[in-house]
């Protein structure tokens, strides 16, 4: 069984960089590792919650929500980097916090992440570790953290309502 050291990894940051919090169950346990010491690099602050051990039977819920809920009370500070097999299951835990906008990214086409970034503000990041390379993964996160939110005023309004009907 493989265990990791990196529950709440903390470091000083380069101001304006968003806190990033990381959860992952045992399909995206190993990526998600690679993820942090990659963002680390980057000089972003890190906060792992989980999983730290790897174990097959783990539900991903108990973890993923801890990233949401982090998000979810600081949406303007902090995004949120979650892993599962698909990141679908992992997008529906995070999309039930509020002011939590998680999207799926499972390869393909980076134009996605931009999109997700610049049109939906989205805050969580849901990556599916089995469709994923290393690499990829690491592309994807990079772009997706460095791409704005365009601030238009009909994706901004498309958001509010969105936020207004919880």
């Known amino acids: 069984m493989k265990t990791l050291n990196t529950k709440n990894l903390k470091l000083k940051t380069?101001?304006?960089?968003?806190?990033?919090f990381l959860a992952s169950d045992h399909?995206?346990?190993?990526?998600?590792?690679?993820?942090?010491?990659?963002?680390?690099?980057?000089?972003y602050e890190v906060s792992d919650q989980g999983a730290f051990e790897y174990?097959?039977?783990?539900?991903?819920?108990d973890f993923i929500s801890k990233v949401a809920k982090k998000v979810s009370e600081n949406p303007r500070d902090s995004k949120g980097i979650i892993l599962g097999g698909s990141g679908?299951?992992?997008?529906?835990?995070?999309?039930?916090?509020?002011?939590?906008?998680?999207?799926v990214y499972y390869g393909v086409n980076l134009e996605i992440i931009k999109l997700s970034r610049?049109?939906?503000?989205?805050?969580?990041?849901s990556l599916g570790a089995r469709f994923l390379s290393?690499?990829?993964?690491?592309?994807?996160?990079?772009?997706?953290?460095k791409t704005d939110?365009?601030?238009e005023e009909r994706h901004q309004r498309r958001i509010d309502k969105i936020e207004s009907s919880f």
């Open 134 to 145: 290393e690499e990829e993964a690491k592309n994807s996160v990079e772009l997706w953290l």
């Open 27 to 43: 399909a995206g346990f190993e990526l998600k590792d690679v993820l942090i010491d990659f963002l680390i690099s980057l000089d």
């Open 118 to 125: 610049q049109h939906n503000d989205a805050n969580i990041l």
């Open 55 to 61: 174990d097959e039977q783990d539900d991903y819920p």
């Open 149 to 151: 939110f365009s601030g």
């Open 88 to 103: 679908q299951g992992e997008a529906i835990v995070a999309n039930r916090f509020p002011d939590v906008r998680a999207v």
């Open 14 to 20: 380069k101001k304006n960089l968003p806190k990033i």
